[in-house]
């Protein structure tokens, strides 16, 4: 069936550094997509969307990028903090039904 | 600002034993789900409710059932429950097309022996 995967389970980055995390879809029809950050714990909480009528987006921080083309979107975080480390989703809530990718672990090196 | 309230935060039940998880939102949203999520895995979609009246399977619906009860209230019920629905459970409500933002709750962390 349709759904929303990750390319890579964990990702690590040194402090400082620019994390880029991916996600491939697979709905053709799909036209809006929601990343999530998961804390230890916690619920996911919303970080950013991106509509299919935009290749970019970009928040404090975080930028998304939608290529369409070949069905892959990406999440950009700068200047990588300690308090980023968390597991992110990206979502597809395609008529309502919002379905969440397996999700890459983000962890921080001093 | 309660959000999306779940009940109970922990459960244990014994192999073949009932129980309904409960959750309620007061941010007036159409939409509800419920999630199960695994160890080392993403968040799966049990049952969702478009808005109030329906419901609709998701990704992982056998061993469950879901009571949309009023626009609030979205309930979810392990008939008998077992090992395998070991797990951590979410309740979320949204309003995707006026905000894009789904609200989750604490979670339920549910055991079954």
């Known amino acids: 069936g349709e759904s929303v995967g990750l390319h890579l389970p964990t990702l690590s980055v040194q402090e400082g550094d620019n994390s880029i995390i991916n996600c491939a879809y697979s709905?053709?029809?799909?036209?809006?997509f929601i990343w999530y950050k998961q804390e230890s714990g916690k619920g996911p909480q919303f970080i950013i969307d991106i509509r299919s009528n935009m290749d970019k987006r970009q928040g404090q921080r975080v930028t998304v990028l939608l290529n369409k083309t070949v069905k892959h979107l990406s999440l950009q975080i700068a200047a990588t903090q300690p308090g980023d480390s968390a597991v992110y989703f990206c979502?597809?809530?395609?008529?309502?039904?919002?379905?969440f990718g397996q999700g890459t672990r983000l962890t921080i090196n001093p | 600002n309660a959000g999306v309230t779940q009940t109970p935060k922990f459960q244990v039940l014994k192999t073949g034993q009932s129980m309904t998880l409960q959750c309620a939102q007061d941010m007036n949203h159409n939409s509800m789900y419920w999630y199960r999520q695994d160890p080392g895995m993403g968040l799966r979609l049990i049952y969702y409710?478009?808005?109030?009246?329906?419901?609709d399977k998701g990704e992982v619906p056998n061993g469950y059932n879901v009571s949309r009860l009023n626009k609030r209230e979205f309930s979810l019920r392990l008939e008998s429950a077992a090992p395998s629905q070991t797990s951590v459970y979410f309740c979320?409500?949204?309003?995707?097309?006026?905000?894009?933002?789904?609200?989750f709750g604490q979670g339920t962390r549910l055991t079954v022996v």
């Open positions: 709905n053709s029809a799909s036209d809006y």
């Open positions: 979320a409500s949204s309003e995707i097309g006026r905000r894009p933002e789904a609200f």
């Open positions: 409710s478009a808005s109030e009246g329906t419901t």
């Open positions: 979502a597809d809530p395609f008529r309502q039904k919002l379905v």
